[in-house]
């Protein structure tokens, strides 16, 4: 298994986030997965090793499929093949994890799509039967399939929690025609990755995109389909009813809820076998997905 990489160390970094650290190359942007991993919205001691990697790897596979169906930024992942595509001197730590993309003017809230009641979403069903004001029917369990899938924006803010939010409210944020069109978007990607995923044994409860301007169109952006940004689901597994098992950090969620740890006091040590199970589990959705192993 390879070492894991916490920080990259390259000239124009213009963001560091709890992940991906991204570097301002002109026209283009290179996007460094880590493998940090962040549970309860804060950055942990330990990595989990080819997190970044099968990240990467992950979203440039699903860019390629789905470029006929929406735009998106995507150029190329970085490898010693191609590193002259990058005006940087890159070491191998960052070959398989690093993308070069377009620089889009980011737009300033996240979309998800959810397919099925679970998350956040369930707790606001329980309360009121809806999610982000849209009213779902009556009697629906934990982890259903929902009738038809929903678009439910959130604010992205640069500290602290993201909070659903309103399709009248992004327009407020984003206005109307880009709006539009990230809603649009969203379910159509959605949609189509929900029926490839399936087929593969794989269902994607829920999933977050991200949107930007480029050459004034709302292209797709950030990363897309991951265990960090959608709930996956081994479909023989599937059970209507309560929690599903899944294909994310969930080892370490829970490792960390049962720890003791308390916001504010330092951070433990994830221990190894749940960093061991974590990077299982990820390279397990990779497996299913693509079909393929790894590249190097």
């Given amino acids: 298994?390879?070492?894991?990489?916490?920080?990259s160390d390259l000239p124009n970094r213009t963001y560091r986030g709890k992940v991906r650290d991204t570097y301002d190359l002109g026209d283009k942007m290179l996007i460094i997965a880590t493998d940090r991993i962040s549970a309860a919205d804060v950055v942990l001691p330990a990595g989990i090793p080819e997190k970044g990697r099968?990240?990467?790897?992950l979203s440039a596979w699903w860019f390629d499929r789905m470029k006929e169906v929406v735009p998106n930024h995507f150029i190329a992942v970085i490898t010693e093949t191609n590193k002259h595509l990058v005006p940087l001197e890159?070491?191998?730590?960052?070959?398989?994890r690093s993308m070069l993309v377009r620089k889009a003017k980011r737009l300033n809230a996240e979309c998800i799509a959810r397919g099925y009641i679970t998350g956040s979403g369930w707790k606001d069903y329980q309360r009121s039967g809806e999610v982000c004001g849209i009213l779902l029917p009556e009697g629906l369990r934990e982890s259903d399939r929902l009738p038809e899938p929903i678009f439910t924006p959130s604010t992205k803010p640069d500290v602290g929690h993201d909070e659903n939010i309103?399709?009248?409210q992004l327009?407020?944020?984003v206005g109307e025609e880009a709006a539009n069109a990230m809603k649009i978007r969203t379910l159509a990607v959605y949609n189509?990755?929900?029926?490839?995923a399936l087929d593969r044994g794989i269902i994607i409860a829920d999933t977050k995109l991200e949107f930007g301007y480029w050459n004034e169109e709302v292209?797709?952006?950030d990363e897309v389909l991951t265990p960090d940004s959608s709930r996956f689901w081994p479909a023989d597994q599937y059970r209507a009813?309560?929690?599903?098992?899944s294909f994310d950090k969930q080892p370490v969620r829970d490792w960390l809820s049962k720890s003791g740890w308390k916001e504010g006091t330092p951070l433990p040590e994830v221990p190894h076998d749940v960093v061991a199970a974590t990077t299982e589990r990820y390279r397990t959705a990779y497996r299913m997905l693509t079909g393929q192993e790894l590249a190097a």
Avoid: K, N, R
Wanted: glycine share 10%; no cysteine; net charge negative.
């Fill in 1 to 7: 298994m390879s070492a894991v990489l916490l920080e």
């Fill in 54 to 57: 099968i990240l990467t790897q």
């Fill in 90 to 96: 890159l070491g191998p730590e960052y070959f398989g």
């Fill in 166 to 168: 309103s399709y009248e």
């Fill in 171 to 173: 327009e407020e944020l």
């Fill in 192 to 196: 189509y990755a929900h029926a490839v």
């Fill in 219 to 221: 292209i797709l952006i």
């Fill in 241 to 245: 009813g309560g929690p599903q098992p």
